[in-house]
């Protein structure tokens, strides 16, 4: 396949960068051979390389691919279903993206870190990671993103009835930026239907305070303080 025929490439890139002990390079090559590794599905062996790239890159000062490398070794404990360990990396890139003001790399890590912590049950954990990641999309007025967060979002939201009510905020605002994406329409319908249960029950909901902005703000202003 092509990551196998990468993986050969890199591997004497490699050899040629020890020979010459360029560690600049070395380090590089470790990082990127990691993961033509991974998706040859050998992820023990990327994640010794991106431990070893991770301690070159620390060596050498260079925050934006230590914190890279962090976010990769992030995933590839998701890909062994490690999630304690993969919610521990993610975290560990997103303060290193927030060091580096580097607001993609720190969007895309508060996404890994939401997921690997709804993997891992830590859901209050996980609905504020995706809360802060929304700020960041609408911050950015990124459509797509705004929609898939929502959608994981309001599916978090929806394991207990009380918080209907701030997922039909969010949902509703994200139709405006999709009107025709089919998970936020079916999410609708699930949100219309736990409205009428919960009103047949006289079940208390959770307060909406403000609009869907709002409330991914309050949670991005924790990171923040």
């Known amino acids: 396949g092509e990551s196998g025929g990468a993986i050969n490439e890199y591997n004497r890139a490699l050899e040629f960068a020890r020979v010459r002990g360029d560690k600049q390079n070395e380090a590089l090559i470790l990082y990127k051979l990691a993961y033509a590794q991974l998706d040859e599905g050998d992820t023990q062996t990327a994640i010794d390389n991106w431990e070893e790239a991770l301690k ?6 260079r925050r934006d691919y230590e914190g890279r490398t962090l976010g990769a ?9 490690r999630w304690a360990e993969a919610v521990n990396f993610h975290t560990s890139a997103l303060y290193v993206a ?7 790399e720190e969007a895309l890590q508060l996404t890994s870190l939401a997921y690997a912590a709804n993997q891992a049950g830590q859901l ?9 990641a929304l700020h960041l999309a609408y911050v950015s007025d990124n459509a797509d993103n705004i929609v898939s967060l ?7 939201l929806l394991q207990s009835r009380a918080y209907v009510n701030i997922a039909d905020l969010v949902v509703t605002d ?3 930026y999709d009107p025709n994406d089919r998970d ?3 999410l609708k319908e699930q949100i219309i239907t736990e409205k009428q ?6 079940k208390k909901l959770k307060p909406v305070n403000g609009s869907a902005e709002q409330y991914a703000y309050n949670a991005y202003q924790l990171l923040e303080n």
């Not at 929502?150 to 978090?156: D, G, I, K, N, T």
């Not at 249960?197 to 006289?202: F, L």
């Open 56 to 61: 070159m890159f620390r060596a050498q000062n």
């Open 124 to 132: 209050g954990e996980a609905l504020l990671r995706y809360r802060q």
């Open 184 to 186: 936020l329409k079916q």
């Open 150 to 156: 929502v959608v994981e979002m309001a599916r978090l």
């Open 98 to 104: 927030r060091e580096n003001k580097d607001k993609e």
């Open 174 to 176: 994200a139709l405006k």
């Open 197 to 202: 249960i919960a009103t047949e029950e006289g």
């Open 73 to 81: 070794l992030g995933s590839a404990y998701g890909d062994l279903r």
